[in-house]
């Protein structure tokens, strides 16, 4: 089962910042959040990952809590090409630890 | 194009036909993956390869039979399916299991008659 829990539908408008929340309340010391994305009957794409600072990418940015238990994804200028499943998931860097993936955030960006 | 090739990426088959999903990449990576995304479901992880040897079966059915002749090329071959496997099938990579990024690949929207 995916240890995150994510809202599961979102709107933003065109050109707003999008900030997408995921709990991850059981997460351990040694697991990271990663965010993937997937338009529409494509394979996902992998977006950002961070373990306990804030990381910025040209994608996106992640901000997450001090005490880890969840973050924020913001895509800071939204466009209509955002319009995508987003996943959060935890995951340790160890080996046979393999990505599992919730049912995500629907984002709908707006004209 | 993400360095991830699945092919085809769509096939329609009847319950009675053997197909086979092809995937290849070329980002050097050691380890491959099936995963399953059923109609309105999350993604489900089938099978892990790692340095052509299956490290998981995620209790798949018999009917999907996987073969990783080396670390580029990664099948799923598929016989005797019933209309509820119809589903996409997308196939991905990383460095090794314990890699930081997964790269999928379009996938293949399969359709059982």
């Known amino acids: 089962d995916a240890k995150t829990t994510q809202p599961p539908s979102m709107d933003c408008a065109e050109g707003r910042a999008a900030n997408l929340p995921c709990n991850h309340s059981?997460?351990?010391?040694?697991?990271?959040v990663y965010w993937y994305r997937q338009i529409h009957s494509q394979g996902p794409q992998y977006i950002i990952h961070g373990l306990k600072n804030n990381e910025t990418n040209e994608m996106a940015s992640l901000i997450i809590t001090e005490d880890r238990k969840s973050s924020t994804l913001i895509l800071p200028h939204a466009t209509l090409r955002d319009t995508a499943v987003y996943y959060c998931i935890v995951r340790a860097h160890n080996y046979g630890q393999n990505f599992v993936f919730g049912p995500g955030t629907r984002l709908s960006v707006l004209p | 194009e993400t360095g991830v090739t699945q092919t085809p990426r769509h096939l329609v088959m009847g319950m009675t036909n053997k197909k086979s999903l092809k995937c290849e990449q070329h980002?050097?990576?050691?380890?491959m993956y099936w995963y399953k995304q059923s109609a309105k479901k999350p993604l489900e992880l089938m099978f892990v390869y790692n340095f052509k040897e299956q490290t998981e079966n995620n209790s798949v059915p018999s009917r999907f039979s996987p073969e990783c002749p080396n670390s580029s090329h990664l099948f799923l071959h598929l016989h005797t399916l019933q209309p509820e496997d119809s589903a996409l099938y997308l196939c991905?990579?990383?460095?090794?299991?314990?890699?930081?990024?997964?790269?999928f690949g379009a996938g293949s929207r399969l359709t059982v008659l």
């Open positions: 980002l050097g990576h050691n380890a």
């Open positions: 991905a990579s990383s460095g090794a299991s314990g890699a930081n990024v997964l790269t």
């Open positions: 059981t997460i351990s010391g040694n697991e990271y």
